[in-house]
C-alpha cells in the first residue's frame, strides 16, 4: 500500500475497529464510493459495480509504522486486497485506497450494517485487535482453523466486563488501579500464551509498574455435574488429558464432570445443555447454577460456570460418550454418590471443580431428594 488515503468501508468503518487495528485515533472524514455496494463475506466483504448504489465509508491517513503493519497483518488474514479508487467527500472527487475483499460467489447478500452490528459490534474491534496483533500474521487458512477460538476469547472478555462480581472484603477496583500492555505477540494455535507489562495498586498505597507477566488465554466453560435425585447416583466423565501427562503423571486418565467451551453466541446455560446432549446423551430442559470463577487466577484466564443437572441417568455401570468429529474419546460412569465421595476421599478424583461440585452436592443433597418426585410419576 502507498502512502495516501484509505477509504474505510464495511467492519473497518465500524466504532472502534480501525483503532483496534492500528492502535491510531478514530478520526476520518465521511465519504462515499459512487456505484458500488458491499457484498460477500461479513468478515471482508467486496466492493462491487451497482448503478445507482453506494458505499458510505469514512477517510483517513493511511497510517505507517507500526500501525501499518498492523493493517497489513489484518489485512493478509482476512485475504483483503488493496486497490485504487476514487471517492466522493463533498464537492471533491479524491483518490484513495480500499481494502477489498474477494469477489463474492454468485448469489452472495448485500453486506449489511444492522446484521453486522447485531451478530458481531461489541467483538469484532477485541477479534480485530488480536489479529492485527499476530505475529507472524495468521494466512487465511490458519485463521479458518483458529477463528472460534478468536471469538471464545473475545466473548469472555465481553463477558467478564459485563459481570461484575461483588467486592465487600476484597479491594472495590477502580478506573485506573490496575492496567497492562502486550509485551509480546500472543503464542499458540488453540489456547494462547501471553506476555504482558503489569501495572496495579499496592496494599501499602504505592504502585506497582510494569511487572512482567505471562498468562494462559484460555475460555469461559461450562461445567454440568449430572445427578439422579432417586437414585442418588452422578455422572462422572473419564478421558485422557494433556496436563497430567504434560506434567509426568503415571496416569493421565482423569474423572471430570460434562464440560465443554461456551461458543461465541451462547450463554454459559446454553453451553452446559449442549454440552451434557453431546458428550452424554442427556437432553435436559434446564440446569440448576452451582457457582462460578477462576481455577487457577495465577497463571490462566479460564472462567469456569458450574452446574447441576437433576437427570435420570442409566443404570448401566459405563458406557462411551462423546462427539467423533471432536474427535472425544469418552468413558461415563453413573455412580452412587457415596462412591464418588470415596473417589474424592483416596485421591481418584484430581479435578478441583468436580470435588468442589461434589461437595456443594453433598450440602444440598438431602433437600433434592426430598424434593424429587417418586419413580414413574
Known sequence: MRNGALFLAGPL?????????????????????????LMGRPKAPAAVPRSGSAIE???????????RARLDSYAATLAL??????????????????????????GAQDWSAGAWRARHGESWPL????????????????????????????????????DAAPATLRRAAKPGDFGWRADAPLAGAFFKLAGMRMDHLRFDGGRAEALPREVLVGV?????????????????????RTGPARRGAANPWTLEPVAGIVDPGETPEEAGLREAREEAGLVLDRLIPIFDGYPSPGS?????????????????????????????????????FDRAMALVGRGEIEVLPLQAMLYWLAHHRVSLRDAAPPSGA
Not at 468503518?13 to 458500488?36: I, M, N
Not at 465509508?57 to 500501525?67: K, T
Not at 487465511?140 to 465481553?158: C, D, G, H, K
Open 57 to 67: 465509508g469514512r477517510l483517513v491517513p493511511l497510517p505507517g509504522g507500526a500501525a
Open 300 to 336: 490462566n484466564t479460564d472462567f469456569f460456570h458450574c452446574f447441576l443437572a437433576l437427570a435420570e441417568l442409566p443404570r448401566e455401570e459405563s458406557w462411551r460418550g462423546g462427539l467423533a468429529e471432536e474427535d472425544e474419546d469418552l468413558r461415563l460412569h453413573a455412580v452412587s
Open 13 to 37: 468503518a465500524e466504532p472502534g475497529v480501525f483503532g483496534a487495528v492500528t492502535g491510531c485515533e478514530e478520526t476520518g472524514a465521511p465519504a462515499r464510493l459512487r456505484d458500488h455496494a
Open 127 to 162: 477479534i480485530a485487535a488480536e489479529i492485527a496483533g499476530h505475529a507472524p500474521p495468521l494466512s487465511p487458512e490458519s485463521f479458518a482453523r483458529q477463528e472460534t477460538m478468536i471469538e471464545v476469547r473475545a466473548a469472555a472478555r465481553l463477558r467478564a466486563g459485563r
Open 220 to 240: 469461559d466453560a461450562a461445567l454440568v455435574l449430572p445427578y439422579d435425585p432417586r437414585s442418588d447416583r452422578v455422572l462422572l466423565v473419564e478421558q485422557f
Open 81 to 106: 486486497v488493496a486497490r485504487e479508487i476514487e471517492v466522493e467527500q463533498g464537492e471533491d472527487r479524491l483518490r484513495a485506497v480500499l481494502l477489498d475483499g474477494a469477489e463474492p460467489p454468485a
